[in-house]
């Protein structure tokens, strides 16, 4: 496993795609998209603050 962090970068999901390799994960603001799956290649993009219904995003804790 190799985890990278690069902060106050942001890119869209066709950049993801491009960029990284399969099974790649994207967090909160690095891909500025709604959370995304690619059946595919297995890129995902966990996001629950850009472009989501702030309502189906809720915390419970």
Do not use: C
């Amino acid at each position: 496993m190799k985890i990278n962090i690069e902060p106050r970068i942001s890119i869209t999901w066709d950049e993801f795609q491009k960029k990284t390799p399969p099974e790649s994960i994207a967090l909160d603001g690095y891909v500025l998209e709604s959370p995304k799956f690619d059946m595919e290649t297995k890129h995902i993009n966990f996001d629950h603050h850009t472009y989501v219904q702030r309502l189906s995003t809720r915390s419970t804790t």
